[in-house]
C-alpha cells in the first residue's frame, strides 16, 4: 500500500476551508472521499496489528435514530478482512433472553483474540430507549447502572480494548432524514 502523507493536505485544507465544507456547512465530497480512504488505510493497519498481537477490539456505536450508526460501522468494515472483523446488531430479545442477566446476549459477541467486533447500538439500550418507551422498569433500569461500570471494567481487565462512541446529530436533521 501507498504511504499517506496527512501533512500537506491538511495544511491545504486550513488555508482554504471551502475545500474541506459547502456553503451549506456540508463537507465536500472530494475532502471526504479522500480523508475516508486514508482513515480506511489505518483500519487495515489497526486491523493487522490486532490480528498479530491476539487483540481484541470492542467498539460501541450509540445514538439516536438516523445518527449513521450503521452506515458508520459499514465505511468502518469496508475495507477490513470479514474473518476478524464484524459487526453486531442484536434484534429485541426473545422470550428465553428475557430470562437472564441482562447483559449476557451481548457478552455473548464480544470478541475473540485477534478480531475486531462493532456494536451497533449495545447494552446502553437499557438506560436510554428501553426506559423511555417502557421495555424495562425503573427497578431493571437502576440495576443496569449499578453494572454497567463494573462490566465495562470487567472487560478492560479482561485485555479487550473498549471504544464507546456516541454519534449525535440534531432535530432537525433527524426529521429531515426520516423524510427521506
Known sequence: MQKIVYTKALAEYREKPSKVFRKSGKIENDFYKDESLKLQYELVKLQKWVIDNDKRLLVIFEGMDTAGKSSTI?????????????????????SKELGQWYFQRHLKQIPNAGEIVFFDRSWYNRAG????????????????????????????????????????????????????
Do not use: W
Not at 430507549?129 to 431493571?140: L, N, S, Y
Open 129 to 180: 430507549i428501553e426506559q423511555v418507551f417502557g421495555f424495562c422498569t425503573q427497578a431493571q433500569h437502576d440495576h443496569f447502572y449499578k453494572q454497567v461500570n463494573g462490566v465495562e471494567e470487567m472487560l478492560v481487565d479482561d485485555g479487550i480494548l473498549f471504544f464507546k462512541f456516541y454519534l449525535n446529530i440534531s432535530k432537525e436533521t433527524q426529521e429531515d432524514r426520516i423524510k427521506d
Open 74 to 94: 459499514k465505511e468502518f468494515n469496508a475495507y477490513l478482512n470479514p474473518r476478524e472483523a464484524r459487526s453486531v446488531a442484536l434484534p429485541k430479545p426473545n
